[in-house]
């Protein structure tokens, strides 16, 4: 979700108002997704290198991402989103932790949309978490072990990765679980992503070729894969 501080700077504002902004994208985005039966969404909004932004910005991005957790669970619950938030919960206040916690559980038992929340999260951090778990149990470390050990092994790997904001890059964010992810790069800002703009990924998406490896002949008769297996 890249672009919040430009669609401020473009507006006179501070760049926390595009923050706020941003967070309204994401409700109408994570809509958008349920009435297209998108089953699983995966949100980077914050990630182990943004702590080194000036201390106000982290702060108040801290306390609106706390905020819009609170805030959002009775809407999220009665359609359906179940929430997870991934990533290195350590650096985090006990408050914030303890919101995160209580809106998992509350959300436990929807079944629509997976909503999963990157926060405080790496790609590096969770292929390091993930092995070093599997060396200190004295399993081997195969893709299959890593895979299963992954803070995000709770979904399939990504159909389809968009990145906002014009940036052609993936910065740290699902690195193990992308390996056969469609890449999308909108030069959209994030506070200005809506339906539109997810319909036009999603048709860039279902105009793809996935070969998972294979020649084009082999994949006529099978159906489009959702999970590189
Ligand atoms: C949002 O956009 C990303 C977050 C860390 C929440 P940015 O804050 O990176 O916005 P730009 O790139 O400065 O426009
Ligand atoms: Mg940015």
Not at 79 to 99: C, E, H, P, W
Not at 116 to 124: D, E, Q, S, T
Not at 150 to 172: C, K, W, Y
Request: neutral net charge.
């Amino acid at each position: 979700m890249d672009g919040n501080g430009r669609w401020a700077k473009k507006r006179f504002l501070p760049r926390l108002a595009g923050h706020k902004q941003g967070v309204e994208a994401l409700r109408s985005c994570v809509q958008d997704c349920r009435t297209r039966g998108v089953r699983v969404l995966t949100v980077f909004a914050f990630s182990s290198e943004n702590w080194s932004r000036p201390a106000d910005e982290v702060s108040g991005l801290m306390e609106i991402l706390g905020l819009a957790v609170v805030r959002e669970i009775k809407a999220l619950s009665e359609n359906g989103v179940r929430l997870y938030f991934v990533g290195d919960r350590s650096a985090l206040s006990s408050k914030l932790i303890a919101a995160l916690v209580d809106a998992e559980r509350k959300t436990a038992e929807n079944e629509q949309l997976v909503l999963n929340v990157c926060l405080n999260y790496g790609g590096r951090w969770d292929i390091a978490q993930a092995a070093s778990r599997l060396a200190s149990s004295g399993a081997l470390i195969t893709p299959k072990s890593l895979d299963g050990a992954m803070a995000m092994a709770h979904v399939p790997d990504p159909d389809l990765f968009i990145r906002t904001g014009g940036e052609q890059r993936l910065s740290n964010f699902l690195l193990w679980q992308t390996a056969y992810s469609e890449l999308y790069f909108s030069d959209c800002l994030w506070p200005d992503f809506g339906a539109n703009d997810l319909d036009a990924a999603i048709a860039a998406y279902s105009g793809r070729e996935r070969r998972f490896g294979k020649i084009s002949e082999q994949m006529i008769s099978i159906p489009k894969a959702t999970h590189a297996d």
